[in-house]
């Protein structure tokens, strides 16, 4: 059965930095792309960025610059290392998995964590 669970969210002051986590089990996920997605609260869930088995990588416009993945296949892990976090970077960041490695924010995201609440402060 696969698995993902995020960890490493919480409080964190306007400013400052976070590195949440996605432990991935239940099938070899170093041929997938993995991606993050946030949901804050009244709006849809959207895109924050992805990484493909070979390394290429997909980032939002409101991230780029600030947020950072990256992947430990030997782990089946996923990181999402957030700089210069903005109140309205507040959300459940969720973990997601495409077996065809498009990694796009298009592409078919088969498989979800039950997510980790970021929330930064002003």
């Known amino acids: 059965q696969v698995q993902l669970v995020e960890s490493g969210g919480g409080l964190v002051q306007a400013g400052g930095s976070l590195r949440i986590s996605c432990a991935a089990s239940?099938?070899?996920?170093?041929?997938?792309?993995i991606g993050w997605f946030r949901q804050a609260p009244g709006k849809e869930r959207e895109f924050v960025a992805s990484?493909?088995?070979?390394?290429?990588?997909y980032y939002a416009d409101s991230v780029k610059g600030r947020f950072t993945i990256s992947r430990d296949n030997a782990k089946n892990l996923v990181y999402l290392q957030m700089n210069s976090l903005k109140p309205e970077d507040t959300a459940v960041y969720y973990c997601?998995?495409?077996?065809?490695?498009?990694?796009?924010?298009?592409?078919?995201?088969?498989?979800w964590g039950q997510g980790t609440q970021v929330t930064v402060s002003s």
């Open positions: 990484i493909r088995s070979g390394g290429n990588t």
């Open positions: 997601a998995v495409d077996i065809y490695d498009l990694g796009s924010p298009q592409a078919l995201w088969r498989y």
């Open positions: 239940g099938r070899t996920f170093s041929s997938d792309a």
